[in-house]
């Protein structure tokens, strides 16, 4: 069972770009997770999404940043006209439906690096 | 959601215990207390979870008092490899809340040969 994919695993944009971050979840996973870490910080939530529907944005920027959990392929994080501050690690997560435990499985994360 | 305070650092030495304490005073009735682990360029890994008393696996302990204002996360005899950084969070055990978690800066512990 492959676990939590991200890709790209590096990416570099310019100001002003469009960045577009892929997250596979595990088999049998419906609940996807994105979180941000600056150096040196913990991660900061973002966004939470089950299949089709957007659970929890209070993390998200209110501008330049949308997430999608479509019905089939992967979640997608898109950050538009990328500004140097959005340079970051952005890990995606994955839960089963029913997880009492509330375990998430992390990705390996994609840098965005903003020139 | 409740805050945690821990160590923002620790050392220790190949085969000795570490035991890191993580102080949530504020935590609620539902929540859940979990430890994450970190590795360089990694996303965290899930150690450990626990409601109260005592918990262990494979990996680790965890102990919470009874009051449940704080937990201690112990690594048995710690090798280089557990170089990381160790994040203590608590959430609500009610899937409705959103299931998010909070990381604080957690805590780098460096093993030493």
């Known amino acids: 069972n492959a676990g939590v994919m991200q890709n790209p695993r590096h990416l570099v944009r310019r100001r002003g770009q469009e960045a577009r971050l892929r997250c596979s979840p595990m088999k049998g996973h419906s609940h996807v997770y994105w979180y941000r870490q600056l150096p040196e910080e913990g991660l900061k939530f973002m966004v939470y999404l089950q299949k089709e529907n957007i659970i929890d944005e209070s993390g998200m920027p209110k501008e330049r940043f949308s997430a999608e959990f479509p019905k089939e392929g992967p979640s997608i994080l898109r950050i538009q006209q990328v500004v140097r501050g959005d340079s970051a690690a952005y890990f995606c997560?994955?839960?089963?439906?029913?997880?009492?435990?509330?375990?998430?499985?992390f990705g390996p994360g994609t840098r965005l690096t903003v020139l | 959601l409740a805050k945690t305070t821990q160590p923002i650092s620790m050392d220790s030495y190949e085969g000795q215990e570490v035991n890191i304490t993580c102080s949530h005073n504020n935590i609620a009735t539902n929540d859940y207390i979990t430890w994450y682990q970190q590795f360089p360029s990694q996303g965290p890994r899930f150690i450990i979870q626990g409601y109260k008393t005592k918990v262990t696996n494979e990996v680790a302990s965890l102990f919470i008092p009874a009051d449940r204002k704080s937990s201690t996360l112990s690594l048995p005899r710690v090798s280089l490899s557990d170089t990381a950084v160790y994040y203590c969070?608590?959430?609500?055990?009610?899937?409705?809340?959103?299931?998010?978690?909070?990381f604080g800066t957690g805590t780098r512990l460096a093993v030493r040969p």
């Open positions: 969070l608590v959430g609500d055990m009610e899937k409705s809340s959103g299931d998010k978690l909070t």
């Open positions: 997560a994955s839960s089963p439906p029913a997880d009492l435990k509330n375990e998430q499985f």
